[in-house]
């Protein structure tokens, strides 16, 4: 079993692992690429989620990518219902999902399957905004000020790497989560269950899909697989629905980043929107098109296994930077010397990288915890403050003493 469980967690972080750093890059290039204030002016109030649900259908992101991008949206300025309508509705499509879905279950499933994204994004939108502000959600800085905004290359890999520095934990539990699913789920048991009826196959496709990890286009064999296994065709859209727009990192980080209302919102619009819809597609349109053929990823290609590599180094450094930050607060605890000051000009966890990086390298410090929140730097060691305010300055940044 335990190395069933490694194999499956593998296989999971192979899956991911391009489909993220795409998303990474998707939200640099948009952070740099986009014209001044163009997300805060136009992916606000309903025509907001409109225009964010419309950017987001045709982009081939799947439930991993969409994440850094819809919270580089946010970052930007955009609404929470824009940032919701965007996580639900992207991840469901993608020009490469919609033709595979039309090559396996036929157009008329592939064309509902894009207007049931693009209803459940809007939807959940304006229910998010609706729900409003929600007290505990930690909200994004707000937009840079377009005097101070930063283009170019350096910035767009700057925003890439605060957007996973931001989720880099949910994106670890949701790896351990889907490969417990797949490793303690039965064989043959969604085919056993099909047989005691039509509702309770659309149930156990949502249970099922809503913590997994599974990409729009990868989910499509699957989905055509328990169609030629006797599952209806709702449930096979349900799966199709709720797979890719859900997984635990994606649930984790909407409670924390924008919130439990917006969460609620977000659960709403596709365990209602994916099981209405579902039920009605049984009845208004059957699944045509060829007969079902095998079909099978590929996880072990040379792209894959780098982007594991690459994605596998980024977490394990962001764990060393946590750790050096829990010693520090330990270190202060124990009576050392400390030296706070204030540091302007941060906007993101990567100045707090930069700031942080420019402090140990100064002779005498031992521990330094850099806070975006606060505005300040703590440095532990034998080291005065006319030093640490010089190395802050060094590196771009604005200190002030406390």
Not at 13 to 21: H, R, T
Not at 25 to 44: K, M, N, S, T
Not at 116 to 142: K, R, W, Y
Not at 339 to 360: D, F, P, Q
């Amino acid at each position: 079993m335990p190395l069933n469980l490694l194999r499956a967690m593998l296989d999971v972080l192979l899956e991911l692992a391009p489909f993220l750093l795409l998303g990474m890059a998707v939200a640099g290039v948009l952070h740099v690429a986009l014209p001044d204030r163009f997300v805060e002016r136009q992916l606000r109030g309903r025509f907001g989620v409109i225009k964010a649900v419309l950017l987001g259908v045709p982009l081939p992101l799947c439930s991993c990518g969409v994440i850094p991008t819809a919270l580089g949206l946010r970052k930007d300025g955009a609404s929470r219902g824009a940032a919701v309508g965007f996580l639900i509705s992207t991840p469901q499509t993608g020009v490469d999902s919609i033709l595979v879905s039309a090559s396996f279950l036929g157009w008329p499933f592939a064309i509902f399957k894009v207007a049931a994204a693009a209803v459940t994004g809007v939807v959940g939108g304006l229910l998010a905004d609706a729900a409003g502000a929600d007290f505990g959600a930690v909200e994004p800085p707000s937009p840079v000020p377009v005097a101070s905004r930063r283009r170019g290359w350096n910035a767009l890999f700057d925003h890439a790497l605060e957007i996973l520095r931001t989720i880099w934990r949910w994106i670890v539990v949701g790896i351990v989560f889907s490969a417990l699913i797949t490793t303690l789920v039965p064989d043959g048991v969604f085919q056993a269950v099909a047989a005691k009826g039509p509702l309770l196959s659309v149930l156990l496709a949502l249970f099922v899909s809503i913590p997994l990890y599974v990409c729009a286009t990868a989910s499509v064999p699957i989905a055509a697989a328990l169609v030629a296994g006797g599952f209806p065709a709702g449930a096979a859209l349900v799966f199709l629905m709720a797979g890719p727009a859900t997984n635990i990192a994606t649930i984790g980080a909407i409670r924390r980043f924008l919130g439990a209302r917006a969460l609620a919102a977000y659960l709403f619009a596709i365990v209602a929107g994916s099981v209405g819809l579902g039920v009605a597609f049984d009845f208004v349109i059957e699944a045509g098109g060829p007969a079902v053929v095998a079909h099978a990823h590929e996880t072990t290609t040379w792209w894959r296994l780098m982007s594991a590599a690459v994605l596998v180094a980024l977490m394990g450094w962001f764990a060393i930077e946590d750790v050096r930050r829990l010693l520090g607060r330990r270190r202060a605890a124990g009576g050392e010397h400390v030296i706070t000051v204030g540091v302007g000009g941060m906007s993101c966890g990567s100045c707090v990288a930069k700031v942080e990086s420019a402090l140990r390298g100064e002779d005498g410090v031992s521990a330094v915890s850099v806070s975006l929140e606060a505005r300040q730097a703590v440095v532990h060691g034998d080291v005065d403050e006319e030093r640490v305010m010089a190395a802050i300055r060094r590196v771009g940044f604005t200190p002030t003493p406390i």
